[in-house]
């Protein structure tokens, strides 16, 4: 079975400055799909990045980035410019291949709360 | 277009009774899967229907069922209530089964007393 850890529980950053959050995980897939979600305190699950295994090229969407290393089977996110708006819980999520039948489940690490600090 | 939408938003229920959470997927969406959120448990992952048929199963107890209809609505029911089943259930949609991306709505917040 596939795992998720996050090693930090929570994070703090200067607004404007730049943040990095840790995620590593366990498989013995070689394709398979991450991802960066957000909860606020509304406790809507926000999708953040994705990034598929099978590219080498690190996903980015506006400010935020990861750092993929599939060997390390590591998965950070990066944040820059912090806003006081990215305050909230971050889950990195795993899910199998789409050709492993039936196991498609998201698995989820559980979470870094990241405070912004004005 | 509409995101997933998910009733009610909170609920109250006593031990022993049974509870419905309904679940609308994104339009176009086929697949539903559902989640439990707890402070101790985290997220884990209850089930996934798409086409009215469950396809994958999480490891919770036989209380715990859904059901998907024609439309892709989906309903899961928890009877026999215990305190441990309050949580925030969410729902998320998926383009077809087994897609990639799951969209989350915004969750059912139950506590059982």
């Known amino acids: 079975a596939q795992t998720v850890t996050q090693s930090q529980p929570e994070m703090s950053v200067q607004e404007a400055e730049t943040v990095t959050l840790s995620c590593t995980y366990d498989?013995?897939?070689?394709?398979?799909?991450l991802f960066w979600y957000k909860q606020p305190p509304s406790r809507q699950m926000i999708l953040v990045i994705r990034?598929?295994?099978?590219?080498?090229q690190n996903a980015t969407e506006n400010r935020f980035s990861v750092n993929f290393q599939k060997a390390a089977k590591s998965f950070s996110l990066k944040i820059s410019d912090s806003q006081l708006g990215d305050a909230a819980m971050y889950f990195c999520?795993?899910?199998?291949?789409?050709?492993?039948?039936?196991?498609?489940?998201?698995?989820f690490g559980t979470g870094t709360r990241l405070t912004i600090i004005p | 277009k509409a995101g997933v939408t998910q009733t009610p938003r909170y609920l109250i229920k006593t031990r022993g009774q049974q509870v419905t959470l309904s679940c609308s997927p994104i339009?176009?969406?086929?697949?539903v899967s559902w989640y439990q959120q707890t402070p101790g448990q985290g997220l884990q992952f209850l089930f996934e229907?798409?086409?009215?048929?469950?396809?994958n199963k999480g490891n919770f107890p036989g209380r715990f069922s859904g059901r998907q209809f024609s439309n892709s609505r989906s309903e899961m029911n928890v009877s026999t209530l215990e305190l441990g089943d309050s949580a925030l259930y969410l729902c998320?949609?998926?383009?077809?089964?087994?897609?990639?991306?799951?969209?989350f709505g915004p969750g059912t917040r139950l506590l059982v007393l």
């Open positions: 998320a949609s998926s383009l077809e089964a087994g897609s990639e991306t799951q969209y």
């Open positions: 990034q598929e295994a099978y590219k080498q």
């Open positions: 498989t013995s897939e070689s394709d398979y799909y």
């Open positions: 229907y798409f086409s009215e048929t469950q396809r």
């Open positions: 339009s176009g969406h086929r697949s």
């Open positions: 999520a795993y899910r199998s291949p789409l050709s492993n039948f039936g196991n498609e489940k998201l698995t």
